[in-house]
């Protein structure tokens, strides 16, 4: 259990008397316990002054732990039932996002609290600010996927599919020490890279081909995730060349402005006027970034519509693109770790123009 993180958690908690945790992610964060419940109920009841409440179908095994109130149940339990005799009717419940219909509408039938509210930013938000281990596996999984990246661009050759060398991503990752993928990798030949979120095909590999790769990797349960666009053979045209100097100084202008108490929306605009005013505006289709940690999308993002402030040891990427199918497709991606006066760029492969 990691009880600073549960403190944290119910100090945010301004809306509800107590909150009910069901999202398995969130619930490993907050107990160091990964649970798949399948299609049975989890959840995690806390409240202040209170010893958290684990409810958890007899099916999993569960070492007891200090501080950790292990509430079991059984398949032919009513679990309604049994959250009633825990949660206080009187109380106003906060609920998170994860929790299915078909365990909340029965809560709210049998009023065993007495409203229901959406508590997931408490968890959120408490999410978004990274400690200090959470920094250095951060740190361990994005050195690996910059290892990866070295060993990725030497997959190719002229006649490979993009499946290919999809296939061959994970042993790399799994000899220099990750778990496995943070995400699906993309693989993206010649026009496919103007497709951000494609997935590898039979495309061939031939020579001039852009060479995309947007690839992540977990290292203790810590994600990773980077995209570098190579040329194959040939350098690019004069076109290609001014797009991917767009997307470059993109990508290095935004981290250059982050730091604790800038608006997120506004590093976002820092990136977009870049290609805007280069003429590639409507090519550059997405936000800027998304927060990362155990999960690889997690809740917070660089966009034009998230007004919220940085703070120190948020997480999140720059990932600027432009994608013109008929000129170039083009992102490049880092992480970086908000700091008190700037960031720390966790990914260390160059971003200057290569041909492989």
Do not use: W
């Not at 299609?39 to 070492?63: A, C, S, Y």
């Not at 990866?148 to 042993?171: C, H, N, P, T, W």
């Not at 250059?256 to 590093?267: E, M, P, S, T």
Request: with cysteine; glycine share 6%.
């Amino acid at each position: 259990m990691n009880p600073k993180r549960i403190t944290n958690v119910l100090e945010k908690l301004n809306n509800a008397d107590a909150l009910l945790v069901s999202d398995p992610i969130a619930i490993y964060y907050l107990i160091d316990r990964m649970i798949h419940p399948g299609e049975r109920f989890l959840g995690l009841l806390l409240k202040k002054d209170q010893k958290p409440k684990l409810f958890l179908n007899t099916l999993f095994p569960f070492e007891k732990e200090e501080g950790i109130e292990v509430v079991d149940y059984s398949d032919s339990d009513d679990i309604t039932k049994i959250l009633s005799k825990h949660i206080d009717p009187s109380d106003t419940l906060g609920v998170d996002k994860c929790l299915q219909a078909r365990f909340l509408l029965p809560m709210q039938e049998a009023a065993i609290a007495k409203a229901y509210v959406n508590g997931s930013l408490a968890v959120d938000h408490t999410r978004a600010i990274k400690d200090e281990e959470e920094l250095e596996l951060l740190r361990k999984s994005s050195l690996i996927n910059d290892m990866a990246m070295e060993r990725f661009k030497k997959l190719v050759y002229e006649g490979v599919s993009e499946k290919e060398v999809a296939d061959q991503i994970l042993d790399i990752y799994l000899e220099l020490g990750a778990e496995g993928f943070s995400f699906e990798p993309i693989v993206a030949f010649g026009k496919n890279a103007a497709d951000p979120h494609h997935m590898p095909d039979d495309t061939k590999l031939k020579a001039g081909d852009a060479v995309l790769f947007d690839v992540g990797c977990v290292y203790k349960s810590y994600c990773s995730d980077m995209t570098r666009t190579f040329f194959f053979k040939e350098g690019p045209n004069e076109k290609q060349k001014e797009v991917y100097d767009l997307v470059r100084k993109a990508n290095e202008d935004a981290e250059n402005y982050v730091k604790a108490g800038v608006r997120l929306c506004d590093i976002d605009k820092v990136a977009r006027d870049v290609i805007t005013k280069g003429g590639y505006g409507k090519y550059f289709t997405h936000r800027l970034g998304h927060f990362i940690g155990i999960e690889d999308h997690e809740y917070g993002d660089v966009s034009s519509s998230f007004t919220d402030l940085t703070q120190e040891n948020n997480v999140f990427s720059i990932e600027p693109g432009i994608y013109d199918p008929e000129t170039l497709g083009c992102r490049i991606e880092d992480l970086v770790i908000v700091t008190k006066e700037g960031c720390e760029v966790l990914n260390h492969y160059p971003h200057d123009i290569e041909i492989i």
